[in-house]
C-alpha cells in the first residue's frame, strides 16, 4: 500500500507528464502539419540551389554541300570562389605566369571582398587544361563556347556574327537566331557547401538540346568567285562598293550573295569604328533607284495587258512630257520609229513613259506591285527594307510625272534582292516565288524540315515571260553586247541610274548594274551585278555588264552548265583556249 | 528495508522480473522490422548516390565529347577553307579549269571509246 502523500505527489507528477507529452504532440503537429510548407521552404532554401547544366553548343551554319561557315570552339574561363581559397600567395604564384598576369595582382583579387573573381575569360583551350590539371582549391575552370567563322570574311552578310553572349545579329545568325540557341536548361537540386550537385539527387534525365542547324542555299564555291569578281570590278572600275546577287531562277535559291565593303565576322568588334559600320547586307538593307533595268518590268506590264507586243512601233522624238515634265532618253537624241524590242534594246526612257502613260497609273503600278516592288520580299535575312514606291493615292508625295519616271527606274527605290526576284520572275515564266537563303533546319534529333519554294504571285502570264525572254536576248545580242557569253544564249539588261541628294541627282556619281540570266530558253542562273560610284566610267556597259560576262562565264563551268546546243561545245572550247 | 529506502522507494516494492515470449514478440518485432526497413533504405539511397554519380560523370564525359566534337569540325573547316584551298591549289600549280569541253551521247568523242 502507497501512503496518501506519495500517492498525490505521483498523480502530480503524472499530469505534468501527460501534460508535458501534450505540449511536444502540440508542438510537432504545429511543426510537421501546420507550418509544415514554411519549414519545408526553409530548409529547401539551405540545401537546393539552382544549377545550370552545361550549356550545349549554338547551332552550326553549312553551304549546301555541308561545308561549315559558322561552327563552335571551345574556350575557357579561369574563375576563383575567394571563400574557398586557402593558400591565396601559392595560387596565385601557380597561375601568374601561365595567365601572364603578375601574381601579385592575383594574390589581391583572391584575398579581396569579392566571393567571386574571374580572373582570364576567354583563354584558350590548352591553357584552360592546363589550369585544370593543376587541381587548385578555389579554382574552377568553366568551358565556353565561341562562335568561329572557318571562312573569315566569305559571305560575312549573309551569314551575320554572334556576339559573346551568344546572340545572334545580321544576315542568319540575327534572322535565325530563335533557331539557333542552344536549349538552357536549369534545375534546382540539392547542393554540397561548394555549390557542387550531391549526386544522390539525379539531375533530370533530360539534357538540353543544342541549336538547330541550318544548311543554306549558298554555294560556298560560288560564293568565293562571286566575292573575288566583285573584288576586281570594284577595284577595277574604282568603284566605293557593289553588290553581287546569284540565284537559281527556278527555286529563287540565293547561290551567293556579295557585298563590299563587307567584314570578318569572327572579329566584328575591330569594325565598329568604321562609318558607317558595315554590318548591314546591302543586298537586302540599302535601297537604290535602279535605272533602266527597271524598264523590264515596265514592258512586261505593257506586254502581259496585251497594249503592245513586240513589234508595236511609235515614233520617238526625244522627249515626251509626262505630267508637265519632259522625259527625255539619256542619249538626248531622237530615234523615230521604234517597236518596243528597240525600247529594250536602245533603252530609250521615251519609249517606257509612252508604255506606262499608255497603260495609265493603275494598271502599271498594279503589275510593279505585283512584281514585289515597295515590300519586303520576304526573304530570310535580318534586316531588309522594303524599298520606296509611291502610288497614286499618296498626295504628299506622288506626282503626276512619276508615272513616267518610275517607268525608267528612276523616283522609286528598290533594294538588289527585290530587283533580282523581280527579273527572275520573268525567267520562272512569270511566276514570282519567295527568295530564299535556307534550304535545310536540322533539329537536334535529326529531324529534318527542307523549306520549300512559297509561290509570292503569277505576275505575268507564262506566254508574255517567253516573249519577254525573247526580247531580253536581243538586247543582250545587239545592245548589251559584252555579256555575251559564248556558247550560251544570254538575256539581260543594264541600267545606269542617277544616285538622289538632297534637292535632286549627283551629277557626277551613278549606280551601274546589269541583270542578266541564262541559259535560254531554261535559265538556271540569275546574276544581278551592282556597282555604286564607279570613276573609270559612270556607264554599265563599260563596268557592270562586263564583269556579269566574266562571273556568269566562270559559274556555267564550275555549276556544269552546259552550252546551248552540240555546235555550241566546240565554240567554248575555241573561245577559252 | 531502511527507513532511508522506505522515504526514496515510497515503500514501493519492484516485482520480478520475468521474461515472457509474447511481450518480447511485441518488443522486438517492430525493432527488427524497423531495422530492415532502415537497411532497405540505406541501400537505396547510397544505390542511388552511386547511380547519380553515375550519370553525372556520363554527362560531363557526353558534354566533353560534344565540345571535343565542335571543336574537331571548326579546326576542319579552317584547314579546308575556300582560301586555304585556293592557296594550296596555286601553290601545287593547278590553274582555274577555264576549257571544259561538256560531251553529249552521240559525240564522236565519245563513239570512239
Given at each position: 500500500?502507497?501512503?496518501?502523500?506519495?500517492?498525490?505527489?505521483?498523480?502530480?507528477?503524472?499530469?505534468?507528464?501527460?501534460?508535458?507529452?501534450?505540449v511536444i504532440v502540440a508542438q510537432l503537429v504545429q511543426v510537421q502539419l501546420v507550418d509544415h510548407r514554411f519549414y519545408a521552404d526553409w530548409a529547401k532554401e539551405q540545401h537546393e540551389r539552382p544549377l545550370r547544366l552545361d550549356t550545349p553548343?549554338?547551332?552550326?551554319?553549312?553551304?549546301?554541300?555541308?561545308?561549315?561557315?559558322?561552327?563552335?570552339?571551345?574556350?575557357w574561363s579561369i574563375e576563383a570562389d575567394t571563400a574557398y581559397v586557402v593558400d591565396a600567395?601559392?595560387v596565385?604564384?601557380?597561375?601568374?605566369?601561365?595567365?601572364?598576369?603578375?601574381?601579385?595582382?592575383?594574390?589581391?583579387l583572391l584575398r579581396g571582398q569579392a566571393a567571386w573573381v574571374r580572373l582570364?575569360s576567354?583563354?584558350?583551350?590548352?591553357?584552360g587544361?592546363?589550369v585544370a590539371?593543376l587541381r587548385l582549391q578555389g579554382i574552377t575552370v568553366r568551358p565556353l563556347w565561341?562562335?568561329?567563322?572557318?571562312?573569315?570574311?566569305?559571305?560575312?552578310?549573309?551569314?551575320?556574327?554572334?556576339?559573346?553572349?551568344?546572340?545572334?545579329?545580321?544576315?542568319?545568325?540575327?534572322?535565325?537566331?530563335?533557331?539557333?540557341?542552344p536549349e538552357r536548361t536549369e534545375w534546382t537540386g540539392a547542393v554540397d557547401p561548394a555549390s557542387e550537385q550531391i549526386p544522390w539527387t539525379v539531375a533530370p534525365v533530360v539534357l538540353p538540346q543544342?541549336?538547330?542547324?541550318?544548311?543554306?542555299?549558298?554555294?560556298?564555291?560560288?560564293?568565293?568567285?562571286?566575292?573575288?569578281?566583285?573584288?576586281?570590278?570594284?577595284?577595277?572600275?574604282?568603284?566605293?562598293?557593289?553588290?553581287?546577287?546569284?540565284?537559281?531562277?527556278?527555286?529563287?535559291?540565293?547561290?551567293?550573295?556579295?557585298?563590299?565593303?563587307?567584314?570578318?565576322?569572327?572579329?566584328?568588334?575591330?569594325?565598329?569604328?568604321?562609318?558607317?559600320?558595315?554590318?548591314?547586307?546591302?543586298?537586302?538593307?540599302?535601297?537604290?533607284?535602279?535605272?533602266?533595268?527597271?524598264?523590264?518590268?515596265?514592258?512586261?506590264?505593257?506586254?502581259?495587258?496585251?497594249?503592245?507586243?513586240?513589234?508595236?512601233?511609235?515614233?520617238?522624238?526625244?522627249?515626251?512630257?509626262?505630267?508637265?515634265?519632259?522625259?527625255?532618253?539619256?542619249?538626248?537624241?531622237?530615234?523615230?520609229?521604234?517597236?518596243?524590242?528597240?525600247?529594250?534594246?536602245?533603252?530609250?526612257?521615251?519609249?517606257?513613259?509612252?508604255?506606262?502613260?499608255?497603260?495609265?497609273?493603275?494598271?502599271?503600278?498594279?503589275?510593279?506591285?505585283?512584281?514585289?516592288?515597295?515590300?519586303?520580299?520576304?526573304?530570310?535575312?535580318?534586316?531588309?527594307?522594303?524599298?520606296?514606291?509611291?502610288?497614286?493615292?499618296?498626295?504628299?508625295?506622288?506626282?503626276?510625272?512619276?508615272?513616267?519616271?518610275?517607268?525608267?527606274?528612276?523616283?522609286?527605290?528598290?533594294?538588289?534582292?527585290?530587283?533580282?526576284?523581280?527579273?527572275?520572275?520573268?525567267?520562272?515564266?512569270?511566276?514570282?516565288?519567295?527568295?530564299?537563303?535556307?534550304?535545310?533546319?536540322?533539329?537536334?534529333?535529326?529531324?529534318?524540315?527542307?523549306?520549300?519554294?512559297?509561290?509570292?504571285?503569277?505576275?505575268?502570264?507564262?506566254?508574255?515571260?517567253?516573249?519577254?525572254?525573247?526580247?531580253?536576248?536581243?538586247?543582250?545580242?545587239?545592245?548589251?553586247?559584252?555579256?555575251?557569253?559564248?556558247?550560251?544564249?544570254?538575256?539581260?539588261?543594264?541600267?545606269?541610274?542617277?544616285?538622289?541628294?538632297?534637292?535632286?541627282?549627283?551629277?557626277?556619281?551613278?549606280?551601274?548594274?546589269?541583270?542578266?540570266?541564262?541559259?535560254?530558253?531554261?535559265?538556271?542562273?540569275?546574276?544581278?551585278?551592282?556597282?555604286?560610284?564607279?570613276?573609270?566610267?559612270?556607264?554599265?556597259?563599260?563596268?557592270?555588264?562586263?564583269?556579269?560576262?566574266?562571273?556568269?562565264?566562270?559559274?556555267?563551268?564550275?555549276?556544269?552548265?552546259?552550252?546551248?546546243?552540240?555546235?555550241?561545245?566546240?565554240?567554248?572550247?575555241?573561245?577559252?583556249? | 528495508?531502511?527507513?532511508?529506502?522506505?522515504?526514496?522507494?515510497?515503500?514501493?516494492?519492484?516485482?520480478?522480473?520475468?521474461?515472457?515470449?509474447?511481450?518480447?514478440?511485441?518488443?522486438?518485432?517492430p525493432v527488427?522490422a524497423l531495422t530492415v526497413v532502415a537497411a532497405l533504405y540505406l541501400t537505396l539511397v547510397s544505390r542511388t548516390a552511386a547511380r547519380g554519380r553515375h550519370i553525372e560523370q556520363l554527362r560531363v564525359e557526353l558534354f566533353r565529347?560534344q565540345r571535343?566534337?565542335?571543336?574537331?569540325?571548326?579546326?576542319?573547316?579552317?584547314?579546308?577553307?575556300?582560301?586555304?584551298?585556293?592557296?594550296?591549289?596555286?601553290?601545287?600549280?593547278?590553274?582555274?579549269?577555264?576549257?571544259?569541253?561538256?560531251?553529249?551521247?552521240?559525240?564522236?568523242?565519245?563513239?570512239?571509246?
Amino acid at each position: 500500500m502507497i501512503a496518501e502523500g506519495p500517492r498525490r505527489r505521483l498523480r502530480l507528477v503524472t499530469t505534468l507528464l501527460i501534460g508535458l507529452v501534450f505540449v511536444i504532440v502540440a508542438q510537432l503537429v504545429q511543426v510537421q502539419l501546420v507550418d509544415h510548407r514554411f519549414y519545408a521552404d526553409w530548409a529547401k532554401e539551405q540545401h537546393e540551389r539552382p544549377l545550370r547544366l552545361d550549356t550545349p553548343a549554338r547551332g552550326t551554319i553549312r553551304d549546301r554541300n555541308g561545308h561549315v561557315l559558322a561552327g563552335n570552339a571551345v574556350m575557357w574561363s579561369i574563375e576563383a570562389d575567394t571563400a574557398y581559397v586557402v593558400d591565396a600567395q601559392g595560387v596565385a604564384t601557380a597561375l601568374g605566369p601561365l595567365l601572364h598576369i603578375p601574381a601579385a595582382q592575383i594574390e589581391q583579387l583572391l584575398r579581396g571582398q569579392a566571393a567571386w573573381v574571374r580572373l582570364a575569360s576567354p583563354v584558350p583551350k590548352e591553357l584552360g587544361e592546363q589550369v585544370a590539371a593543376l587541381r587548385l582549391q578555389g579554382i574552377t575552370v568553366r568551358p565556353l563556347w565561341e562562335r568561329k567563322y572557318p571562312e573569315t570574311r566569305l559571305a560575312s552578310h549573309v551569314i551575320g556574327f554572334c556576339n559573346a553572349e551568344g546572340t545572334g545579329f545580321y544576315g542568319v545568325e540575327g534572322f535565325y537566331d530563335v533557331l539557333l540557341q542552344p536549349e538552357r536548361t536549369e534545375w534546382t537540386g540539392a547542393v554540397d557547401p561548394a555549390s557542387e550537385q550531391i549526386p544522390w539527387t539525379v539531375a533530370p534525365v533530360v539534357l538540353p538540346q543544342p541549336g538547330a542547324e541550318l544548311v543554306l542555299t549558298v554555294d560556298r564555291t560560288v560564293q568565293a568567285l562571286t566575292e573575288a569578281e566583285l573584288s576586281r570590278s570594284v577595284q577595277e572600275y574604282q568603284a566605293e562598293g557593289g553588290t553581287i546577287i546569284v540565284m537559281d531562277p527556278r527555286t529563287f535559291e540565293i547561290l551567293a550573295m556579295a557585298s563590299m565593303p563587307n567584314y570578318d565576322p569572327g572579329h566584328y568588334n575591330d569594325f565598329y569604328g568604321l562609318n558607317p559600320p558595315p554590318f548591314e547586307d546591302p543586298a537586302v538593307s540599302q535601297q537604290y533607284e535602279p535605272g533602266s533595268v527597271f524598264k523590264i518590268l515596265t514592258v512586261a506590264a505593257a506586254l502581259d495587258t496585251g497594249l503592245v507586243t513586240p513589234y508595236t512601233t511609235y515614233d520617238d522624238q526625244g522627249s515626251i512630257e509626262v505630267g508637265g515634265v519632259a522625259v527625255a532618253n539619256a542619249s538626248r537624241q531622237a530615234y523615230g520609229q521604234q517597236t518596243v524590242t528597240d525600247i529594250l534594246i536602245h533603252s530609250l526612257n521615251v519609249g517606257v513613259a509612252w508604255l506606262s502613260t499608255k497603260m495609265g497609273s493603275d494598271t502599271f503600278y498594279r503589275y510593279v506591285q505585283a512584281f514585289g516592288v515597295g515590300q519586303p520580299t520576304g526573304v530570310d535575312l535580318a534586316g531588309e527594307v522594303a524599298g520606296q514606291l509611291w502610288l497614286p493615292d499618296d498626295y504628299e508625295h506622288w506626282h503626276d510625272s512619276n508615272l513616267g519616271i518610275n517607268a525608267f527606274g528612276q523616283g522609286l527605290a528598290v533594294t538588289p534582292l527585290q530587283m533580282i526576284a523581280a527579273v527572275a520572275t520573268v525567267a520562272n515564266d512569270g511566276t514570282r516565288l519567295r527568295p530564299h537563303i535556307v534550304a535545310r533546319r536540322v533539329a537536334p534529333d535529326g529531324t529534318v524540315f527542307t523549306f520549300r519554294p512559297v509561290v509570292e504571285a503569277q505576275v505575268i502570264s507564262p506566254q508574255t515571260a517567253r516573249t519577254l525572254m525573247e526580247m531580253m536576248v536581243q538586247v543582250v545580242e545587239e545592245g548589251s553586247t559584252q555579256a555575251r557569253v559564248p556558247g550560251y544564249t544570254i538575256a539581260g539588261k543594264s541600267g545606269t541610274a542617277q544616285i538622289p541628294i538632297p534637292g535632286g541627282y549627283d551629277r557626277e556619281g551613278t549606280i551601274v548594274s546589269f541583270v542578266g540570266f541564262g541559259p535560254v530558253p531554261d535559265p538556271r542562273l540569275i546574276v544581278l551585278v551592282k556597282l555604286d560610284r564607279p570613276k573609270t566610267s559612270t556607264w554599265a556597259s563599260e563596268t557592270a555588264v562586263r564583269a556579269f560576262q566574266r562571273l556568269a562565264a566562270r559559274l556555267f563551268v564550275v555549276l556544269g552548265i552546259p552550252p546551248d546546243g552540240a555546235q555550241a561545245v566546240a565554240q567554248v572550247a575555241e573561245v577559252v583556249r | 528495508m531502511s527507513d532511508f529506502m522506505r522515504l526514496v522507494t515510497h515503500g514501493i516494492k519492484r516485482g520480478r522480473f520475468e521474461i515472457r515470449s509474447r511481450a518480447a514478440l511485441y518488443l522486438f518485432a517492430p525493432v527488427v522490422a524497423l531495422t530492415v526497413v532502415a537497411a532497405l533504405y540505406l541501400t537505396l539511397v547510397s544505390r542511388t548516390a552511386a547511380r547519380g554519380r553515375h550519370i553525372e560523370q556520363l554527362r560531363v564525359e557526353l558534354f566533353r565529347l560534344q565540345r571535343e566534337n565542335q571543336q574537331l569540325e571548326v579546326e576542319l573547316a579552317s584547314a579546308a577553307s575556300v582560301s586555304r584551298l585556293w592557296e594550296r591549289a596555286i601553290g601545287l600549280g593547278f590553274v582555274p579549269a577555264e576549257r571544259v569541253e561538256f560531251l553529249r551521247p552521240g559525240d564522236s568523242a565519245l563513239r570512239s571509246e
